[in-house]
């Protein structure tokens, strides 16, 4: 499981910075499939780790490890969740700015 959880997130940090080229080069509809596929990622990984501490055999109150485990992929999980709540944002408004361009 950190193995996927760790895949997920590289390739989350390649399709973020592919829509940053992209959105530099104004190059509006590859920045839309890079942060959808940011947001997809991100929320891929929410699950995974939710999943995570569902399955694992021991809790926050067991060990010093365990409740280090838990504080940090817990810290780790809300930065992400913050994260895509920020790029769904941006998405929205790339969207509509989008879709104003083809209007106009």
């Known amino acids: 499981m950190p193995a996927y959880n ?3 997130l590289i390739f989350s940090g390649v399709t973020v910075t592919y829509a940053h ?5 104004t190059s509006h509809s590859n920045t839309l499939d890079a942060l959808y596929m940011t947001i997809f990622l991100g ?3 929410l699950i ?3 999943n995570e501490y569902f399955e ?3 809790s926050i109150n067991d060990s ?3 409740c280090v485990f838990f504080m940090l992929t817990g810290l780790h999980g809300f930065h992400v969740f913050a994260g895509v709540f920020f790029f769904m944002f941006v998405w929205r408004g790339l969207l509509i700015k989008n879709i104003l361009l083809l209007i106009i």
């Open 6 to 8: 760790t895949l997920l």
């Open 21 to 25: 080229v992209a959105i530099a080069s």
């Open 43 to 45: 929320l891929l990984f």
């Open 48 to 50: 995974s780790q939710i």
């Open 56 to 58: 694992i055999n021991y």
């Open 64 to 66: 010093v490890y365990s």
